[in-house]
């Protein structure tokens, strides 16, 4: 009973007990009829609601929102359909794909009722009815669809569920707003295998990303070392930035081949190569030997009384 029947009710009973004790027992009697009849007759529905009303077994109408009243005993309201969008939860356990992989599906579908008068008359309980059609549409459709698709494209498997259970419920004055699908759960072991194959996958583009950027280095190389074939004072100083990149740092003691810096100092090793050539002596002019300096007995020598002297030590 609504807050206005209510009321109104309220009021006609303390009446009916006011007149009844002040004036006359059975005028309060009519009183009371008429609380009677107002609780009876008098409905309010509110704006999300709608009430049909059978008259006689007959449809009457619709009625809703505010206030409104039927003939009591005569009319009868058989359903108050709610509006508002609703959400029912569904799934499909063990359901096989197209490529007979065992699959758990959890989904939800959001809907409401545009006709009052099929929802109620069309179906007996269009509630239950939505939830098996949306078991059944969404069986079918994993039974159609790759288990590829079905993990990847999920907008296209919510848009397709949406378009087959809004075609079953149309009848019965239900549209469906969206289907969304929560959760695909697949057997641990087939997890762990697409785990491999994805992990390959990464591995395989990671080593063609190597392979390529191996490529453009080595091409980069050439590049240089023909430049630097036509330019050896760019040589040079590449060479030298290199040497003052790595010493740079405090505390680093690098050892350098006498080699290492004549090519870094071309002009200098050019200059020293002329010098020592101006140096060599001219095979074409032999100077003199000099004359042979007797060299000393190494073994003692004896003097006229035959004596034997200290030897002497050569220098």
Same mark, same amino acid.
């Given at each position: 009973?609504?807050?206005?029947?209510?009321?109104?009710?309220?009021?006609?009973?303390?009446?009916?007990?006011?007149?009844?004790?002040?004036?006359?027992?059975?005028?309060?009697?009519?009183?009371?009829?008429?609380?009677?009849?107002?609780?009876?007759?008098?409905?309010?529905?509110?704006?999300?609601?709608?009430?049909?009303?059978?008259?006689?077994?007959?449809?009457?109408?619709?009625?809703?929102?505010?206030?409104?009243?039927?003939?009591?005993?005569?009319?009868?309201?058989?359903?108050?359909?709610?509006?508002?969008?609703?959400?029912?939860?569904?799934?499909?356990?063990?359901?096989?794909?197209?490529?007979?992989?065992?699959?758990?599906?959890?989904?939800?579908?959001?809907?409401?009722?545009?006709?009052?008068?099929?929802?109620?008359?069309?179906?007996?309980?269009?509630?239950?009815?939505?939830?098996?059609?949306?078991?059944?549409?969404?069986?079918?459709?994993?039974?159609?669809?790759?288990?590829?698709?079905?993990?990847?494209?999920?907008?296209?498997?919510?848009?397709?569920?949406?378009?087959?259970?809004?075609?079953?419920?149309?009848?019965?004055?239900?549209?469906?707003?969206?289907?969304?699908?929560?959760?695909?759960?697949?057997?641990?072991?087939?997890?762990?295998?697409?785990?491999?194959?994805?992990?390959?996958?990464?591995?395989?583009?990671?080593?063609?990303?190597?392979?390529?950027?191996?490529?453009?280095?080595?091409?980069?190389?050439?590049?240089?070392?023909?430049?630097?074939?036509?330019?050896?004072?760019?040589?040079?100083?590449?060479?030298?930035?290199?040497?003052?990149?790595?010493?740079?740092?405090?505390? !680093?003691?690098?050892?350098? $081949? +006498?080699?290492? #810096?004549? /090519?870094?100092?071309? %002009? *200098?090793?050019?200059?020293?190569? @002329?010098?020592?050539?101006?140096?060599?002596?001219?095979?074409?002019?032999?100077?003199?030997?000099?004359? !042979?300096?007797?060299?000393? $007995? +190494?073994?003692? #020598?004896? /003097?006229?009384?035959? %004596? *034997?002297?200290?030897?002497?030590? @050569?220098?």
């Amino acid at each position: 009973m609504n807050p206005v029947t209510s009321f109104l009710v309220f009021v006609c009973v303390l009446a009916a007990a006011a007149v009844g004790y002040l004036v006359n027992p059975f005028l309060a009697l009519a009183f009371l009829a008429a609380a009677a009849v107002i609780a009876s007759s008098l409905k309010m529905a509110n704006v999300w609601q709608k009430f049909v009303v059978l008259r006689m077994g007959k449809l009457q109408g619709v009625k809703g929102a505010g206030l409104f009243a039927i003939i009591p005993v005569i009319d009868s309201i058989v359903a108050v359909i709610d509006c508002r969008i609703q959400t029912t939860a569904f799934n499909a356990e063990q359901a096989l794909t197209r490529d007979t992989v065992p699959v758990n599906v959890d989904a939800i579908i959001f809907w409401h009722v545009h006709d009052a008068e099929k929802a109620a008359l069309a179906i007996t309980n269009y509630r239950e009815a939505i939830d098996r059609v949306a078991q059944t549409s969404l069986r079918e459709m994993i039974g159609s669809s790759m288990l590829a698709a079905l993990l990847s494209d999920r907008k296209d498997a919510d848009e397709q569920l949406k378009i087959e259970i809004g075609a079953k419920t149309a009848p019965w004055g239900v549209s469906v707003t969206s289907v969304e699908i929560r959760d695909v759960a697949i057997p641990e072991a087939l997890q762990n295998a697409m785990s491999r194959q994805a992990q390959a996958e990464r591995e395989k583009q990671a080593r063609v990303i190597l392979g390529s950027a191996e490529a453009a280095i080595a091409g980069r190389f050439v590049e240089a070392a023909k430049i630097y074939a036509g330019h050896p004072w760019a040589l040079q100083l590449r060479a030298m930035n290199i040497i003052y990149e790595t010493t740079k740092e405090r505390g !680093a003691t690098i050892l350098m $081949p +006498s080699s290492m #810096v004549d /090519s870094l100092n071309p %002009s *200098a090793a050019s200059m020293a190569f @002329a010098l020592a050539g101006q140096a060599a002596p001219d095979p074409t002019m032999v100077e003199p030997a000099a004359p !042979a300096r007797p060299r000393p $007995p +190494s073994g003692p #020598v004896l /003097s006229a009384d035959n %004596s *034997a002297e200290a030897p002497l030590l @050569a220098a």
